[in-house]
């Protein structure tokens, strides 16, 4: 745990006050990381698919490419020196049972035919297993599969992007 500057600890109080759960962390290259991870497993497959982030726990396909995206993910995490815990897929699937309901911020971009964060995403996975030469055949896929889909609707309505 950090000693927050007084800043940081008047930033924390004013989010708690406001209602929201709040701490000041140390190591947020790693939080980072692990928070890639969940939307890594999560958000290409709910958008590809038009399904809400349960579907990913429940259905045994989804649930398999969720897991292999991530333990890509883990592998490049690990080359750049962050160590994801072992667990991780776990967490993910997780992570869409507790947020069953709800629809990724990807797949409601591609809902609203907006252009999505795949590159930021899933695509930076790619880009940085490039950098340390893992390969990442789940992610290269997702990636451009988003972006078949992303072409698709941005050609025919540019205006959308």
């Known amino acids: 745990m950090i000693c927050p500057s007084p800043r940081v600890e008047s930033t924390v109080a004013l989010f708690q006050q406001a209602g929201l759960k709040t701490e000041a962390r140390d190591h947020m290259e790693q939080l980072i990381w692990e928070k890639l991870h969940a939307n890594v497993g999560i958000n290409a497959i709910t958008a590809l698919a038009g399904i809400k982030n349960g579907f990913v726990a429940d259905n045994e396909f989804a649930r398999d490419l969720c897991s292999a995206a991530v333990r890509e993910a ?3 995490a690990s ?3 962050f160590e994801i815990d072992a667990d991780m ?3 993910v699937l997780s992570i869409a049972r507790s947020t069953a309901v709800n629809r990724s911020s990807m797949g409601q971009d591609v809902d609203r035919r907006k252009r999505t964060e795949i590159d930021a995403i899933n ?3 790619v880009a940085f297993g490039e ?3 893992i390969p990442t055949p789940i992610n290269q896929t997702l990636t451009r599969l ?3 889909l992303e072409a698709a609707y941005l050609v025919r309505n540019p205006e959308l992007t």
Do not use: D, N
């Open 89 to 91: 897929p776990e967490r």
């Open 146 to 148: 988003v972006k078949i």
């Open 74 to 76: 883990m592998l490049v």
């Open 123 to 125: 695509g930076a996975i």
């Open 79 to 81: 080359a750049k020196g």
């Open 131 to 133: 950098q340390v030469h």
